[in-house]
């Protein structure tokens, strides 16, 4: 694991890409998650492990907002650079 020392350690990081609630969905059917149901502008998509299950409800807008992408990325354990411009 990389450890960041220096200040600019974010720099270092990939800039996030504005997506839609449709091309975050896609990303997600690749990764092994399906959709289970929609209701309301939400889409609550899910992944079959051996032991759990991981949900991640996903708006369906036409911009996910920054800090609810952070959260989808952490909830889903797909790596952020899937995710990067």
């Known amino acids: 694991m990389m450890k960041f020392t220096s200040p600019d ?3 270092r ?3 996030l890409r504005v997506l839609s ?3 975050l969905c896609a990303i997600l059917l690749v990764h092994g998650f399906s959709e ?3 209701r ?3 889409i609550i ?3 079959q492990l051996e032991n759990s299950t991981i949900t991640v409800p996903v708006p369906n807008h036409d911009e996910i907002r920054i800090g609810t992408l952070q959260s989808i990325i952490r909830q889903s354990g797909i790596p952020r650079s899937e995710f990067e411009s």
């Open 9 to 11: 350690w974010r720099s």
């Open 13 to 15: 990081l990939g800039k």
């Open 40 to 42: 309301g502008s939400h």
């Open 45 to 47: 998509m899910q992944k």
């Open 36 to 38: 289970v149901r929609q």
């Open 21 to 23: 609630g449709k091309e």
